[in-house]
């Protein structure tokens, strides 16, 4: 019985251990694609070949407004089983680099708990494969710490609202530890904003995609993706777009929807989602404007709480209007 759970090692003299492996309801996808996996690569039946699209979704982990845990056990600092994580990326690397049948991806969607692993499962993508894919969407699960849920900055102590509000508490310990809102084990180990490098580099290296939905937890720094349209000559533009917890400029998301300058037409832009989304320099003005004048195949957009730094200019107190200066504010 216990052989079919094969997911990770056993330790047999922990309970949890035991009781994780055995627990179908909290492993059963996963093992399935364990399953599958050897399927496919044993078997080679063909039923499984040609799959445009694959999917790997891990627990979503975060925290109540009293500092307890949802869904995490026990102990809230070890709501991620690491090794149980460890043999995931392990697994999906044996698939993408042995098994014809996921040669054929051209839609992948990760939800993983930190940035830290999506280096690890991008590492079983050669170029050839990044080349590949069309749609690519990445969603962080840990929304643990300080600043990993955008509720949190409202019940901050006022001398730390400001940083949390900016997502940028996290960079000093002794002020997260003071905001108290705890990490899990995952973002002490692997804490999302160190980490990111990996998300980026993986991202930059997709130079045919068509739609990007990258969802952070703690925000994310697209200014750090490093896109730009003058390297290649033949790249036309997003046609979706959906940001969500990420920081932005004007030049690094309009990177990713305006087509080269040798390219004919306009941008092929035809969705767009920001949600959350936070901007360091410049204004939103310029990115509504081109929306507006260069975006002709636009047909939906969903915009949510876009907002400034708090040191920015156009910061707008919306709690305060009294202080606002509207001419100011766009």
Request: net charge negative.
């Amino acid at each position: 019985m216990l052989a079919k759970h094969h997911l990770w090692r056993l330790r047999f003299d922990s309970a949890t251990s035991i009781g994780r492996a055995l627990s179908i309801d909290d492993t059963g996808s996963v093992q399935s694609f364990r399953r599958l996996y050897e399927d496919i690569h044993y078997d080679n039946d063909p039923m499984y070949e040609d799959k445009p699209t694959f999917s790997l979704t891990l627990p979503l982990a975060e925290a109540d407004y009293d500092g307890d845990w949802r869904g995490s056990g026990d102990n809230w600092a070890d709501c991620y089983d690491l090794t149980a994580l460890d043999e995931i990326a392990t697994t999906f690397h044996d698939a993408f680099t042995n098994s014809p049948a996921f040669q054929h991806v051209t839609d992948l969607r990760l939800q993983v708990p930190s940035t830290h692993y999506i280096g690890e499962l991008a590492n079983a993508l050669d170029m050839e494969a990044r080349t590949r894919l069309k749609h690519l969407q990445v969603v962080i699960m840990d929304q643990t710490g300080s600043c990993g849920n955008r509720d949190f900055s409202s019940r901050a102590d006022p001398n730390h609202r400001d940083d949390m509000a900016d997502g940028v508490i996290d960079d000093d310990p002794e002020e997260e530890d003071e905001a108290n809102f705890p990490y899990s084990n995952v973002q002490r180990m692997y804490p999302n904003r160190k980490h990111q490098e990996a998300l980026w580099a993986f991202v930059r290296c997709c130079h045919n995609l068509e739609a990007l939905y990258i969802q952070g937890s703690h925000f994310l720094d697209l200014d750090l993706l490093g896109w730009s349209t003058a390297t290649d000559s033949k790249w036309q533009g997003l046609q979706v777009l959906a940001l969500s917890r990420v920081y932005v400029s004007p030049d690094s998301l309009l990177d990713l929807i305006r087509p080269h300058p040798e390219v004919q037409g306009t941008s092929r832009l035809c969705r767009i989602s920001l949600d959350d989304v936070k901007m360091r320099e410049g204004k939103w003005a310029l990115v509504f404007n081109y929306l507006n004048d260069e975006c002709s195949d636009l047909e939906c957009g969903k915009f949510f709480n876009l907002t400034y730094f708090t040191e920015h200019e156009s910061y707008e107190h919306n709690n305060r209007i009294h202080e606002n200066d509207v001419a100011s504010i766009v």
